[in-house]
């Protein structure tokens, strides 16, 4: 795995709204030489499910991707894993990740009462992962998978291709803010293989995700306990800058696509940002 302080992931998730190789144009011609593509279900999906049905798209992703001189580590893949029926779809995905060179593949896990059907399905899905050498990375979601005390899923689970995509922002909008993110995040590091690093702002009763260090999230603490870590920790910057997150916590598309060089702007800066972090810490 890369060293982490020296490569950051960007997410395609910024550039919602424009097509996956204007996307990798543009994040190339920033500077961005790691990307983790989104097909992040009834959110952002550059790659969509339908889109499976066409065998040679995985071939076709990687020539985009070559074209644009870019690589991907990890692979949102993001489905609710709780669903009966769920795993032939998910096991698209994680095709998907391998052909495009990924070793991560990210996803949701579900709300807790699916709790068992979730376990049902983890095993086959891990099973799959393991034959394409993918690890599954749970995201912190506030569902199965939340804080700290999802551990006992983990551990439930007992396998070492399932571990945890730790999503600052999607924990703290669990908490309502009420959280030590540095606590918590410490608490889990042993089982965390990915990063999700967004930041959010509450403008009137909803939350909205903003550029790095422009909202609420304070990810100093966090780096020093990153560049403390003896493991190389993969990080994605995530800009869902088209979500907004009301107070019962769901995620919804509210805004027109930005123009892309103001899209260009937030990605670039947030790079900077992460990068200054790195020599804060």
Request: charged letters at 25%.
């Amino acid at each position: 795995m890369p060293k982490m302080n020296g490569i950051i992931s960007v997410s395609t998730i910024a550039y919602d709204g424009y097509n996956l190789g204007t996307a990798l144009r543009r994040m190339s011609q920033i500077g961005c030489s790691h990307v983790e593509l989104d097909a992040i279900e009834g959110l952002s999906e550059h790659i969509r499910l339908q889109d499976f049905r066409d065998k040679t798209l995985g071939r076709k992703v990687n020539v985009m991707m070559k074209q644009s001189h870019v690589s991907s580590i990890g692979f949102s893949g993001h489905m609710d894993l709780s669903k009966e029926g769920i795993v032939p779809a998910f096991e698209k995905k994680i095709r998907f990740a391998k052909q495009i060179g990924a070793k991560i593949i990210n996803t949701f896990s579900g709300p807790r009462e699916r709790i068992g059907i979730f376990y049902k399905n983890i095993k086959h899905i891990a099973e799959f992962a393991k034959s394409m050498d993918l690890v599954v990375a749970l995201e912190t979601h506030g569902d199965i998978i939340s804080d700290r005390s999802s551990l006992d899923v983990i551990k439930k689970i007992n396998l070492e291709n399932v571990r945890i995509n730790y999503d600052f922002a999607n924990y703290f909008h669990y908490a309502k803010g009420n959280v030590d993110l540095e606590k918590d995040f410490e608490s889990t590091l042993k089982y965390v293989v990915y990063l999700h690093v967004k930041d959010t702002v509450l403008e009137g009763n909803k939350w909205h995700f903003t550029q790095i260090g422009k909202g609420t999230i304070d990810y100093r603490e966090i780096f020093r306990i990153l560049k403390t870590c003896n493991r190389e920790i993969p990080m994605s910057i995530e800009l869902p800058l088209r979500l907004e997150v009301s107070e019962n916590k769901v995620a919804q598309k509210t805004k027109a696509p930005l123009q892309i060089e103001s899209i260009d702007k937030i990605v670039t800066d947030s790079i900077s940002y992460v990068r200054g972090l790195w020599k804060l810490a």
